[in-house]
């Protein structure tokens, strides 16, 4: 079997001349139905929130400083701390920038900021202002007014309002009424289509100057009579409700709704954005609304609080007011390749890599401390292929160094046990780990733990199936991309003492009571009976890609003869339906990844077309199912595989949502009013929707979170990126200005975990 890639000299010069390897050369596909894809700039969310104690109820930013109203007062924001303003009005309902100046709406008055100093304009009580032929408009109540010499003046028509009620209209043009004609109670005003509109508790005027006109709209109606907000924006002019989002264009009004994308129809605020966005306050968390997509911001992550009363925009920053304070979402230019190191760079500073291993980190005592969890092997792995496909693509030293530390704590793993190809879960410090050795193992059985010789470590035993996958797939991308000299034996000796020690002891992996561990099992007795029958699929695609990688990798018979074994049992047919969709109590979602770590690994070695073919089948199944999540990692894989169109907008799209924060805050999306499929996927699944990573930390769960305890390692979106790269998916960066492909590593800061401070991990060899 020929290896991947025959040397590093040739992985570089095929980098330095193409910034990627191509799909073809790996998965021997001899099509290629997909467009690579540019690393353009885009706008990258950054996300801050600052606590108060009161409800934030008026927010807005002047000169590039952010005030809010708290408690009817004026604050200022400095140093993330909000301190009350001197001399400023009091009883303040809303603050408003227009036209380069500040305004205070209070119960006594009006108010204008002004060289510095806070100047009362009026003392009637306004209720709104807006900008209407280049003059300032304010509304009270019942009035309407523009200012005129720092003089608001009513611009009432001396003989009162008139209706638009065509019963109202005399021979001679003029109107009678028995009562005046009311243009109030007046809860908003706004400049639209060169006139000026009125916003009243559940209706829409359009005011010409001299006509109150009621019958202005010739289709549609406002969907309730709970109106909030009105907001002008080039041909549209929107009107926050209950019960969706109103939008006038002419004559017409319509509706936006769940349905049509609004993530939450009980609207409050609304607010103009910095790239002809529209940005909708709700009672659950804030939206962007833009030409052809809806970003949904929730609390936790997002936002300290659920209601928002206001928000206000400045040039790439927005700041949304809450019940519990300000969320601050700033947009910085970013590349792909940047968030991939700020990724690099966040896995340092907190802290989340210990003796090679990569770890998640939560939080005891008020504490960060790595977890050593029962898939320390499978988490790694991650690590170790992002950076094999990294060096592939770039040949950074740093990378190469990084990929082969992870790889020699994946082999520590297999030689911490006394038995050949019998390897650990986790190994656990007995001086220096702060993470408790956990008490439950595999499907709620007690763990299994043991202590070395030396007694230095103690060793997590009851090893699943999900470790063996991990170590096939990243030792073996390790071996094909990174290894030299005797790392490559070391990585050849490793797949195969696994391979044999599952081969000679009848397709399971024995404990070290030599009853097979709860999830190592790939026999017939347990995959083609009632009680393993739902994993016979993935398990028998498990068991394939191990005997067909050691195959290929170590030359030895022995791993033909196990392969045509399990062919024999039938396992390669099991693999079309390997993907269960029913009932639920059977849809895992870790296995999906394992069924791709199988996938990526089983098809680079497999040569033979009738069997491809079949496991073609599976991955074609499989990937239809998952299609509709928009998940690069499925999305690059198959068309890796396949040379097939795999959708890689949306994969591309997804990595540029992918929060910068790696806190697992809580986050809630059941009760969102747009769970709906998107047009042309289905659920085989029977989940509600696909969400962005920016609204859940997976792409089908519509409630969780763990209080912001948990610093989950970013190293799936590092797989993916240079995955991408390295498959030719993704192009590199078009520009060279290194404040946009890096980030700074000269002062790395510690924010999470301490360092590991005990005993080393052995050499190995």
Same mark, same amino acid.
């Given at each position: 079997?020929?290896?991947? $890639?025959?040397?590093?000299? @040739?992985?570089?010069?095929?980098?330095?001349?193409?910034?990627?390897?191509?799909?073809?050369?790996?998965?021997? &596909?001899?099509?290629?139905?997909?467009?690579?894809?540019?690393?353009?700039?885009?706008?990258?969310?950054?996300?801050?929130?600052?606590?108060?104690?009161?409800?934030?109820?008026?927010?807005?930013?002047?000169?590039?400083?952010?005030?809010?109203?708290?408690?009817?007062? $004026?604050?200022?924001?400095?140093?993330?701390?909000?301190?009350?303003?001197?001399?400023?009005?009091?009883?303040?309902?809303?603050?408003?920038?227009?036209?380069?100046?500040?305004?205070?709406?209070?119960?006594?008055?009006?108010?204008?900021?002004?060289?510095?100093?806070?100047?009362?304009?009026?003392?009637?009580?306004?209720?709104?202002?807006?900008?209407?032929?280049?003059?300032?408009?304010?509304? &009270?109540?019942?009035?309407?007014?523009?200012?005129?010499?720092?003089?608001?003046?009513?611009?009432?028509?001396?003989?009162?309002?008139?209706?638009?009620?065509? &019963?109202?209209?005399?021979?001679?043009?003029?109107?009678?009424?028995?009562?005046?004609?009311?243009?109030?109670?007046?809860?908003?005003?706004?400049?639209?289509?060169?006139?000026?509109?009125?916003?009243?508790?559940?209706?829409?005027?359009?005011?010409?100057?001299?006509?109150?006109?009621?019958?202005?709209?010739?289709?549609?109606?406002?969907?309730?009579?709970?109106?909030?907000?009105?907001?002008?924006?080039?041909?549209?002019?929107?009107?926050?409700?209950?019960?969706?989002?109103?939008?006038?264009?002419? @004559?017409?009004?319509?509706?936006?709704?769940?349905?049509?994308?609004?993530?939450?129809?009980?609207?409050?605020?609304?607010?103009?954005?910095?790239?002809?966005? $529209?940005?909708?306050?709700?009672?659950?968390?804030?939206?962007?609304?833009?030409?052809?997509?809806?970003?949904?911001?929730?609390?936790?992550?997002?936002?300290?609080?659920?209601?928002?009363?206001? $928000?206000?925009?400045?040039?790439?920053?927005?700041?949304?007011?809450?019940?519990?304070?300000?969320?601050?979402?700033?947009?910085?230019?970013?590349?792909?390749?940047?968030?991939?190191?700020?990724?690099?760079?966040?896995?340092?500073?907190?802290?989340?890599?210990?003796?090679?291993?990569?770890?998640?980190?939560?939080?005891?005592?008020?504490?960060?401390?790595?977890?050593?969890?029962?898939?320390?092997?499978?988490?790694?792995?991650?690590?170790?292929?992002?950076?094999?496909?990294?060096?592939?693509?770039?040949?950074?030293?740093? @990378?190469?160094?990084?990929?082969?530390?992870?790889?020699?704590?994946?082999?520590?793993?297999?030689?911490?046990?006394?038995?050949?190809?019998?390897?650990?879960?986790?190994?656990?410090?007995? &001086?220096?780990?702060?993470?408790?050795?956990?008490?439950?193992?595999?499907?709620?059985?007690?763990?299994?733990?043991?202590?070395?010789?030396?007694?230095?470590?103690?060793?997590?035993?009851?090893?699943?199936?999900?470790?063996?996958?991990?170590?096939?797939?990243?030792?073996?991308?390790?071996?094909?991309?990174?290894?030299?000299?005797?790392?490559?034996?070391?990585?050849?000796?490793?797949?195969?003492?696994?391979?044999?020690?599952?081969?000679?002891?009848?397709?399971?992996?024995?404990?070290?009571?030599?009853?097979?561990?709860?999830?190592?099992?790939?026999?017939?007795?347990?995959?083609?009976?009632?009680?393993?029958?739902?994993?016979?699929?993935?398990?028998?695609?498990?068991?394939?890609?191990?005997?067909?990688?050691?195959?290929?990798?170590?030359?030895?018979?022995?791993?033909?003869?196990?392969?045509?074994?399990?062919?024999?049992?039938?396992?390669?047919?099991?693999?079309?339906?390997?993907?269960?969709?029913?009932?639920?109590?059977?849809?895992?979602?870790?296995?999906?990844?394992?069924?791709?770590?199988?996938?990526?690994t089983l098809f680079r070695y497999c040569d033979d077309p009738n069997f491809r073919s079949v496991y073609l089948r599976s991955l074609e199944r499989t990937w239809e199912v998952k299609r509709m999540e928009h998940s690069p990692w499925f999305n690059f894989s198959y068309g890796a595989i396949t040379g097939n169109d795999c959708e890689l907008e949306e994969s591309m799209k997804y990595l540029r949502e992918c929060k910068l924060d790696c806190i697992e805050y809580n986050f809630q999306n059941s009760h969102r009013d747009d769970l709906f499929l998107e047009p042309g996927y289905t659920s085989y699944e029977g989940k509600k929707r696909a969400f962005s990573p920016r609204e859940s930390s997976s792409p089908t769960v519509l409630d969780g979170g763990v209080n912001g305890n948990v610093v989950r390692e970013?190293?799936?979106?590092?797989?993916?990126?240079?995955?991408?790269?390295?498959?030719?998916?993704?192009?590199?960066?078009?520009?060279?200005?290194?404040?946009?492909?890096?980030?700074?590593?000269?002062?790395?800061?510690?924010?999470?975990?301490?360092?590991?401070?005990?005993?080393?991990?052995?050499?190995?060899?």
């Amino acid at each position: 079997m020929k290896t991947f $890639i025959k040397s590093v000299t @040739a992985t570089l010069l095929l980098s330095i001349l193409s910034g990627s390897l191509i799909a073809q050369d790996s998965y021997k &596909t001899s099509q290629r139905l997909w467009k690579p894809q540019q690393d353009d700039i885009y706008l990258q969310e950054v996300a801050k929130k600052i606590n108060t104690e009161l409800p934030v109820q008026a927010i807005a930013v002047y000169e590039g400083r952010c005030l809010a109203v708290i408690d009817e007062k $004026i604050w200022l924001l400095g140093n993330d701390i909000f301190n009350i303003e001197k001399n400023t009005p009091v009883g303040v309902k809303r603050l408003i920038s227009v036209n380069n100046e500040l305004w205070a709406l209070t119960s006594d008055g009006i108010y204008r900021f002004k060289n510095s100093k806070w100047e009362k304009i009026d003392n009637q009580v306004f209720v709104d202002i807006c900008v209407h032929h280049g003059i300032l408009h304010g509304a &009270t109540k019942e009035e309407i007014f523009h200012l005129v010499d720092d003089k608001f003046v009513s611009i009432k028509p001396e003989g009162g309002y008139y209706s638009s009620d065509v &019963t109202m209209l005399m021979e001679d043009g003029s109107q009678i009424h028995a009562e005046p004609v009311r243009i109030g109670p007046i809860t908003r005003i706004e400049s639209y289509s060169g006139t000026l509109h009125v916003l009243q508790p559940g209706k829409l005027i359009l005011f010409d100057g001299k006509v109150v006109n009621k019958d202005f709209i010739d289709w549609g109606t406002l969907p309730s009579k709970n109106t909030k907000d009105m907001l002008s924006s080039g041909s549209r002019l929107f009107i926050s409700t209950d019960k969706g989002l109103a939008v006038l264009r002419g @004559a017409g009004l319509a509706t936006i709704k769940g349905i049509d994308g609004l993530p939450v129809e009980n609207t409050t605020c609304l607010a103009s954005g910095f790239d002809g966005d $529209i940005w909708i306050g709700t009672e659950k968390g804030t939206v962007r609304m833009l030409n052809n997509d809806w970003h949904y911001f929730g609390a936790d992550h997002w936002l300290p609080g659920d209601h928002v009363n206001d $928000i206000a925009v400045d040039d790439h920053i927005v700041y949304i007011a809450t019940d519990k304070g300000i969320g601050i979402i700033r947009y910085e230019p970013y590349t792909l390749q940047k968030k991939a190191a700020f990724y690099e760079r966040h896995i340092e500073e907190w802290g989340h890599k210990r003796l090679g291993f990569t770890h998640a980190l939560y939080k005891k005592d008020g504490e960060w401390v790595r977890e050593v969890s029962d898939n320390d092997g499978g988490n790694t792995a991650t690590y170790l292929a992002a950076m094999c496909y990294k060096y592939a693509v770039t040949g950074d030293k740093t @990378a190469r160094k990084e990929a082969v530390e992870s790889f020699n704590a994946m082999i520590w793993l297999e030689r911490i046990t006394p038995i050949d190809g019998f390897f650990a879960r986790a190994i656990w410090s007995t &001086t220096a780990d702060k993470d408790e050795r956990a008490t439950l193992g595999s499907g709620g059985l007690p763990a299994r733990w043991y202590p070395t010789k030396d007694g230095k470590w103690f060793w997590k035993g009851d090893t699943s199936s999900d470790e063996v996958t991990s170590h096939f797939y990243a030792v073996s991308l390790f071996y094909d991309l990174v290894a030299e000299g005797k790392e490559k034996e070391m990585a050849k000796e490793h797949l195969n003492r696994i391979a044999s020690y599952i081969l000679k002891s009848g397709w399971v992996l024995p404990d070290m009571d030599g009853k097979p561990t709860r999830w190592g099992r790939w026999n017939p007795e347990y995959l083609l009976r009632p009680y393993g029958y739902a994993d016979r699929g993935l398990n028998g695609l498990e068991a394939l890609t191990f005997m067909q990688t050691a195959l290929s990798i170590t030359g030895d018979k022995k791993f033909k003869a196990g392969y045509q074994q399990l062919i024999g049992w039938g396992y390669h047919q099991n693999t079309l339906r390997q993907k269960n969709i029913f009932p639920p109590e059977s849809i895992a979602p870790w296995d999906d990844d394992l069924a791709f770590e199988s996938y990526n690994t089983l098809f680079r070695y497999c040569d033979d077309p009738n069997f491809r073919s079949v496991y073609l089948r599976s991955l074609e199944r499989t990937w239809e199912v998952k299609r509709m999540e928009h998940s690069p990692w499925f999305n690059f894989s198959y068309g890796a595989i396949t040379g097939n169109d795999c959708e890689l907008e949306e994969s591309m799209k997804y990595l540029r949502e992918c929060k910068l924060d790696c806190i697992e805050y809580n986050f809630q999306n059941s009760h969102r009013d747009d769970l709906f499929l998107e047009p042309g996927y289905t659920s085989y699944e029977g989940k509600k929707r696909a969400f962005s990573p920016r609204e859940s930390s997976s792409p089908t769960v519509l409630d969780g979170g763990v209080n912001g305890n948990v610093v989950r390692e970013p190293t799936e979106f590092l797989r993916d990126y240079w995955m991408g790269r390295y498959n030719g998916f993704i192009q590199p960066p078009t520009t060279n200005n290194p404040e946009l492909i890096s980030v700074d590593r000269s002062e790395l800061r510690q924010q999470g975990a301490k360092p590991y401070d005990g005993p080393g991990r052995p050499v190995l060899y």
